[in-house]
């Protein structure tokens, strides 16, 4: 869309928008919510991305770009993470409790 407004090549056949996104992934908490991984991901894109000219005119990452600016934003949500299975619904939790009574490992 960005691109189409601003009437430049489409960029999207190189597929950097899908490694950014992974790795805008691998880098935020996994209880982030999805409306604010959606914003860091339109920030990597289009504002550290394409405003400094595209590919290869980036001045950072835009994954980190993203990152930092989701931190600036949402400094608590970009900093709770959980211990594994601890976020897990009630049914599930009683299931481990059982299975580590029966089976300890």
């Known amino acids: 869309i960005w691109c189409r407004i601003l009437k430049k090549p489409n960029s999207t056949g190189d597929l950097s928008a899908v490694v ?3 790795i805008l992934a691998l880098n935020v908490p996994a209880s982030l ?3 604010m ?3 860091g991901s ?3 894109i289009i504002i550290v991305k394409q405003f400094f000219g595209g590919i290869g005119h980036n ?3 835009p994954a980190l770009g993203a990152r930092a600016f ?3 934003s949402w400094a608590l949500a ?3 993470w959980y ?3 601890t976020h897990l619904p009630r049914r599930e939790r009683r299931w481990q409790q059982a299975r580590r009574i029966s089976f300890p490992i």
């Open 37 to 39: 991984a959606v914003i």
């Open 78 to 80: 970009m900093t709770r």
């Open 20 to 22: 950014t996104g992974l």
């Open 42 to 44: 339109v920030f990597a």
């Open 33 to 35: 919510p999805l409306w």
């Open 70 to 72: 989701l931190m600036a």
């Open 83 to 85: 211990t594994p299975g």
């Open 59 to 61: 001045f950072m990452n």
